[in-house]
């Protein structure tokens, strides 16, 4: 088939203009649209698709403008064959129209709205200038006219919008930001903010709340969701939000500018002690992605793991995020708060032949003293009976605290391998102690758990037996007794699946947490969502494995 020749030539039709474009524009101000017949001319204002700068702010600043610029770009759909999409773009407004500045502010569902969920778009899954819908709770990003905010607002008819990261509420499609009292309670659960004088008063006067459905609460002690396996972290989480001067920096300090491992567990803190939240739990959702990420997902929510080895990572990685340094010490609250001095004196043994052709274990002559620092305390648990009692039941063996405290007295010595080491505590020690009660030996086929039960005191705990003595400049007297008390108690709990499990089947771990409440001088016990009180004299009935402890302050 022979070719058709074109009807004109092509240098002919050169001078003829392209079609409009047909993406939806934008007027500014008082500018009006432009009628169907001389459609095809640009408005002044808008440049390849985009409204100009002046359009973007919308009563923001000059750094939100920029952002806003680059969102219209974000998260557009634009359908071709739509000829009106030019011409019934929505105009934007700086304000509202006079009268209605409450408009559509009754459409917000404050009992949907849960923002302890890492904020990211929830069609693009990105964690730039990610805005919520205040009506649905669903995060989108952007909110300029081609963001996927503004097709939300279109299509469902949600109009109310808050910036997850400025707090700022605006209204959509029209753009303009609200300004209402009636908005701050929101923009508190967003991220809540204490005074000085606020936080001062945690810890002496008791307070009571209520969540939006009615239901009774103490900021402080609220339950933290266990989304999956996450346990672990949740008691960690609680230990920490109960040691004043940990808290009160995390409170109070700016960390805008810190790694996002010391701000989410600072935005996580304020949450767990909100008095004005919506809701009387918490989900540590957005730490545990952080913690995830950063540990290559040694620790996530998937999967269930030890809280000492958890606190051991946390505490050293949460130092470094507040500019701490490696070699350094005291150079961040977690080292100042935490950290103390041992001194470990080490000999080595050495094995001959005497004449009898038998072996002697000699002890080396030099001792070798060694001080290092240390954030936690391992306690060695005696050995768990073999044999059943005489009336065929389990013995279940009980030991003070103070009896595996004498680790540390100097005196007694452990051997390691060909060394033989005693360990002392050094002055001053620092004003919380960690002790981890070592319950569970792993070896190549099992891991063993040792389930005697530690008796200890709630308060007064006396820790002067185990500390070298000070030298006169230190100030404390030759056998001055140094105080501590309980503040907090994760232990441990092997349940198993079923009823009918085979003998020698791993059991689950449950781990809870008991913390103390100052203000009311009462015990708490949190498991995930369960938040009971509990009596001090049967704390030690369970497994401990993780105690927290203050020292007292010294009078005068």
């Not at 219209?72 to 009268?99: F, I, K, M, N, W």
């Amino acid at each position: 088939m022979s070719k058709r020749h074109a009807e004109e030539d092509l240098d002919a039709i050169t001078t003829v203009d392209s079609p409009a474009s047909k993406r939806p524009r934008v007027s500014e101000g008082t500018e009006s649209l432009t009628s169907n017949e001389d459609h095809q001319a640009r408005p002044k204002d808008i440049t390849n698709g985009h409204s100009s700068s002046n359009d973007v702010t919308n009563g923001g600043t000059a750094q939100d403008a920029a952002v806003e610029s680059a969102d219209d770009s974000v998260g557009a759909v634009v359908d071709d064959d739509d000829e009106r999409s030019a011409l019934t773009s929505h105009r934007r407004q700086e304000a509202p129209a006079e009268g209605y500045t409450d408009l559509y502010l009754d459409t917000i569902n404050r009992s949907v709205l849960d923002f302890d969920f890492e904020k990211l778009c929830s069609v693009t899954l990105s964690n730039i200038n990610v805005y919520a819908c205040l009506v649905c709770g669903r995060y989108y990003q952007g909110r300029g006219p081609k963001s996927h905010a503004y097709f939300h607002s279109l299509e469902v008819g949600h109009h109310v919008f808050v910036n997850m990261g400025t707090k700022r509420v605006y209204v959509l499609p029209e753009g303009y930001e609200v300004k209402s009292k009636s908005l701050e309670d929101i923009k508190f659960v967003v991220d809540p903010r204490y005074s000085k004088e606020a936080v001062a008063k945690l810890d002496t006067e008791p307070e009571s709340s209520r969540d939006l459905a009615g239901k009774k609460y103490t900021p402080g002690f609220v339950g933290l969701n266990n989304i999956k396996e996450n346990d672990y972290l949740n008691v960690i989480v609680h230990s920490l939000a109960h040691v004043p001067p940990l808290r009160n920096f995390f409170m109070l300090e700016d960390l805008s500018s810190a790694p996002q491992l010391a701000q989410r567990f600072s935005i996580l803190v304020r949450k767990i002690w909100n008095p004005r939240a919506f809701k009387s739990h918490v989900s540590p959702h957005e730490l545990l992605q952080e913690v995830s990420l950063r540990s290559n997902k040694r620790f996530s929510l998937l999967e269930q793991a030890d809280p000492v080895d958890f606190l051991s990572w946390f505490l050293n990685h949460l130092h470094l995020a507040l500019g701490g340094s490696k070699t350094k010490a005291g150079t961040s609250i977690v080292q100042k708060v935490f950290q103390g001095r041992l001194k470990v004196e080490s000999q080595q043994i050495t094995a001959k032949a005497d004449a009898g052709d038998r072996l002697r274990f000699e002890e080396a002559a030099e001792v070798k003293v060694d001080v290092s620092r240390f954030l936690m305390l391992t306690l060695d648990l005696p050995a768990a009976p073999l044999f059943q009692d005489e009336l065929d039941r389990n013995i279940i063996p009980q030991v003070p605290l103070v009896n595996i405290l004498s680790k540390y007295d100097g005196i007694r010595s452990q051997e390691h391998l060909n060394h033989r080491r005693r360990y002392r505590l050094l002055h001053p020690l620092p004003p919380y102690l960690v002790f981890h009660i070592k319950r569970f030996s792993r070896n190549k086929f099992v891991t063993e758990r040792n389930p005697t039960i530690v008796t200890f005191p709630v308060r007064s705990l006396d820790m002067s037996p185990y500390v070298e003595p000070a030298p006169a400049a230190a100030g404390y007297a030759q056998g001055e007794p140094i105080w501590y008390d309980l503040v907090a108690n994760v232990t441990h709990e092997a349940i198993r699946s079923r009823d009918d499990s085979v003998e020698g089947e791993t059991p689950r771990k449950v781990w809870r947490v008991q913390l103390r409440d100052k203000a009311r001088d009462e015990w708490i016990q949190v498991q995930d969502l369960f938040v009971e009180e509990v009596r001090k004299e049967i704390l030690f009935l369970g497994e401990s494995y993780l105690q927290v402890w203050e020292r007292r302050r010294r009078r005068g």
